[in-house]
């Protein structure tokens, strides 16, 4: 049973920063095999694809709204991928999810866009307040 567990959320002021983690257990094929991406919803708005890394970490996506701030990257070796939020703003306020779905031949960045991963986090809270 696949299982992704978020943690590292929490309340901060803005400009602050945090560390969200995402620990996968339970793929039926090695942990590399997967691409990881975290995405967010804000009370009243659509789920959005915020950033995600391919198999090898060697390609990543960021959405325009994270670009310069958020940095995605993984730890095969730990079966965890991390995502530093520098700069954060009041509209970053969202539940954040990981989500993981094996590589194909889509690009990450359609992955990311369109939401089509197979597994999801039950995610975890981040507040951006002052």
């Known amino acids: 049973q696949v299982q992704l567990v978020e943690s590292g959320g929490g309340l901060v002021q803005p400009g602050g920063s945090l560390r969200l983690s995402c620990a996968a257990s339970?793929?039926?094929?090695?942990?590399?095999?997967?691409?990881i991406g975290w995405f967010r919803q804000a009370p009243g708005k659509e789920r959005e694809g915020i950033s995600c890394?391919?198999?090898?970490?060697?390609?990543?996506f960021y959405a325009d709204s994270v670009k310069g701030r958020f940095t995605i990257s993984r730890d095969n070796a730990k079966n965890t991928v991390y995502l530093q939020m520098n700069s954060l703003k009041p509209e970053d306020t969202a539940v954040y999810y990981c989500?993981?779905?094996?590589?194909?031949?889509?690009?990450?960045?359609?992955?990311?866009?369109?939401?089509?991963?197979?597994?999801w986090g039950k995610g975890t809270l981040v507040t951006v307040s002052s």
């Open positions: 339970g793929f039926t094929y090695n942990y590399n095999y997967y691409v």
């Open positions: 890394i391919s198999s090898s970490g060697l390609s990543t």
């Open positions: 989500a993981a779905k094996r590589r194909t031949v889509a690009p990450v960045q359609t992955m990311c866009v369109t939401g089509d991963m197979d597994y």
